[in-house]
């Protein structure tokens, strides 16, 4: 199974942008990169995903290494209710790896007011 | 409803009984999905129902868990003669079916065996 990398913890200053890494060097050409996170005491909240090309929502940024090998997510402003765990997982395009998802331990994201 | 719903939110129960844990997918979405969360750890995959396939039950820790879904709509997580070990989080999500669409998670069942 392809896998992800991630930091174990990181901080920011509030209102300062957020560069959040993913290393996946084992990733499949079908595997997209999806982003989760999750509050205290809730399930995991869809973030963003992507393909190849770099991809922007109104959560945050999703840049992808042109060999897709790593990835950044990418909080503009980052404000207190971002403080959480995220994750960087790899999905497949069919077959187990479509719906069996590896959610590993994630970054926890702190923020400093 | 807007999300997924489920139910209870938090169960206390004594070692050796059953438990039924309840998902309410959003409606229209054909896949749903069982993980479980234990205290401080990642999520682990326990089950997928995919509209009206077989489920993929690999993720089932053993025979004393088992899910059923009525109806391509509510589920329903069961576990036999629960053990200590099986307190934990249990997490539903439902999606659409493309694997470039995220999964909605609900808000969880926290079951604690004592």
């Known amino acids: 199974d392809a896998k992800t990398t991630q930091p174990n913890s990181m901080e920011s200053n509030e209102e300062e942008p957020v560069h959040l890494p993913c290393n996946h060097s084992?990733?499949?050409?079908?595997?997209?990169i999806h982003w989760y996170r999750q509050l205290p005491s809730q399930g995991p909240e869809y973030v963003i995903h992507?393909?190849?090309s770099n991809v922007n929502n109104r959560m945050a940024s999703l840049a992808i290494a042109e060999d897709r090998k790593s990835s950044t997510l990418i909080l503009h402003r980052a404000t207190l209710r971002d403080a959480a765990v995220y994750y960087c997982?790899?999905?497949?395009?069919?077959?187990?790896?479509?719906?069996?998802?590896?959610f590993g331990k994630g970054t926890k994201l702190s923020v400093i007011p | 409803g807007a999300g997924v719903s489920q139910s209870p939110s938090n169960k206390v129960t004594e070692k050796g009984k059953d438990v039924e844990l309840r998902c309410d997918p959003i409606?229209?979405?054909?896949?749903l999905y069982w993980y479980r969360q234990s205290l401080g750890q990642g999520l682990e995959f326990l089950i997928y129902?995919?509209?009206?396939?077989?489920?993929?039950k690999s993720g089932l820790p053993s025979d004393r868990f088992s899910a059923e879904r009525t109806g391509g709509s509510v589920s329903t997580l069961t576990i036999q003669r629960t053990q200590q070990e099986d307190s934990a989080v249990y997490l539903c999500?439902?999606?659409?079916?493309?694997?470039?669409?995220?999964?909605?998670f609900g808000s969880g069942t926290r079951l604690t065996v004592v």
């Open positions: 999500a439902s999606s659409s079916r493309q694997a470039n669409y995220g999964y909605t």
């Open positions: 084992t990733i499949s050409g079908t595997d997209y």
């Open positions: 992507g393909l190849t």
């Open positions: 997982i790899l999905r497949g395009n069919s077959g187990a790896g479509s719906y069996q998802l590896t």
């Open positions: 409606s229209g979405h054909t896949a």
């Open positions: 129902f995919q509209g009206n396939s077989a489920p993929d």
